[in-house]
């Protein structure tokens, strides 16, 4: 199957690497017996199961990492629309170790550790004896994991969606066709991988806020996860911003000890003007940082093409948004929002224009909510048209599209 799949930084993502991962797909087993319906007034499977629509009372069962708190707000948002949830940690993982073996792929090669892992699972899934189960970006739930689970909770949906992108993340592409629904994050996968809807991520915002001068907060913010490449960029960014007179703020997440003293090295070598923590930022304070900036910044992961909630958390709620994913063009609200697309290497930071009366958007701040990803999950909703075709004139860069 020949591929012309152009990305914003095809030197990391080929589409050579696009058809290994189609390869791995065509081999992955297909349950026999469950069928969907993508015909755009949601999804569906046969009849038979305990819960036919998602009615609220379902019960939900969330296997996803324990990531940034995340996962409380996962839960706490089915529960506000009214399921009763349960949390599952899909890496269980019990200290530091096991962590980085299970982000390594080392922990799944052992069989008894998988063996331990599976047992756990159903175990919990008997216990809390589910109407839906959601598997967030999987990492240990493998097709024999699945397979357990259908067993352990009969008639139970179990829902796919990709918060990273498959060629980061493989182990999803296994079950895209065991599953009764998948989705995903990342817009280029869901174009040439069969099965996969696109669902973007969310914000985590309440109502329509209104767009206002940022008080005494920093002209620039960053918050995101340490990376070296986002490293680099961010200490060329600090510099540029500095020759404008300008105060950044910048903070680089680093998982583990080891990671923290790699890129700490690496950050003062590199010249970079931020923090790097093993702490994170509480949720709280995140969203303070970005509604008192005069500018967010998000710099694009290599292999991913989806938007990252640091970027539709700052859209959504007023604040301009400079990216590096040239991709956001084509997102339905480009046109109306205050957002930019820049370079590191750009020798001037031009903020995207606020005194658009076209934004905030109800309708879009209500389609990118939180309960809105929720209904869509649970079939309650049908998505929505996201993310639009190429417009000639729009969109010059070639990258942009699929040849």
């Excluded at 990305?7 to 990391?12: A, D, G, N, Y």
Aim: with cysteine.
């Amino acid at each position: 199957m020949a591929l012309g799949l152009r990305r914003p930084t095809p030197q990391l993502r080929s589409p050579g690497q696009v058809a290994i991962g189609l390869a791995a797909l065509s081999e992955a087993m297909v349950a026999p017996g469950r069928h969907r319906d993508w015909g755009g007034n949601g999804w569906r499977i046969k009849a038979g199961s305990m819960i036919e629509s998602g009615e609220k009372g379902a019960r939900v069962l969330i296997c996803c990492a324990e990531f940034h708190g995340y996962h409380n707000i996962f839960k706490a948002a089915f529960e506000r629309s009214g399921y009763r949830c349960e949390l599952f940690d899909e890496r269980d993982c019990a200290n530091s170790t096991s962590k980085a073996l299970t982000r390594l792929n080392l922990r799944q090669r052992f069989p008894w550790a998988m063996r331990a892992y599976r047992a756990k699972l159903v175990r919990r899934a008997r216990e809390f004896r589910p109407d839906v189960i959601i598997v967030i970006t999987p990492e240990m739930i493998d097709p024999r994991a699945v397979q357990a689970l259908r067993a352990a909770a009969p008639g139970a949906r179990i829902i796919l969606y990709m918060w990273e992108a498959l060629l980061r993340k493989p182990k999803g592409i296994a079950l895209i066709d065991m599953v009764d629904a998948a989705f995903s994050y990342d817009p280029l996968d869901c174009e040439v991988v069969p099965g996969l809807q696109f669902l973007p991520l969310f914000h985590t915002l309440g109502d329509v806020p209104s767009i206002s001068e940022s008080g005494a907060g920093h002209d620039v913010v960053f918050i995101g996860s340490v990376q070296f490449a986002r490293l680099q960029a961010l200490a060329t960014i600090s510099k540029t911003i500095a020759r404008q007179g300008r105060r950044g703020f910048f903070f680089l997440y680093a998982p583990t000890l080891i990671h923290w003293g790699i890129f700490a090295i690496a950050a003062r070598t590199l010249g970079f003007r931020g923090r790097i923590s093993r702490k994170q930022i509480p949720h709280r304070e995140y969203l303070r940082l970005h509604d008192e900036a005069r500018c967010v910044i998000d710099i694009q992961r290599g292999t991913q093409s989806g938007l990252a909630l640091r970027s539709l958390d700052a859209i959504f709620a007023g604040r301009p948004l400079l990216t590096t994913n040239k991709l956001i063009r084509r997102y339905d609200f480009f046109d109306k929002a205050p957002v930019g697309v820049f370079s590191p290497t750009d020798d001037v930071l031009t903020f995207p224009d606020t005194s658009d009366d076209l934004w905030p958007d109800a309708e879009l701040h209500d389609r990118y909510s939180l309960s809105s990803w929720v209904a869509i999950l649970m079939g309650r909703r049908a998505p929505g048209a996201y993310f639009l075709p190429p417009k000639p004139g729009r969109i010059a860069d070639a990258e942009l599209s699929l040849a």
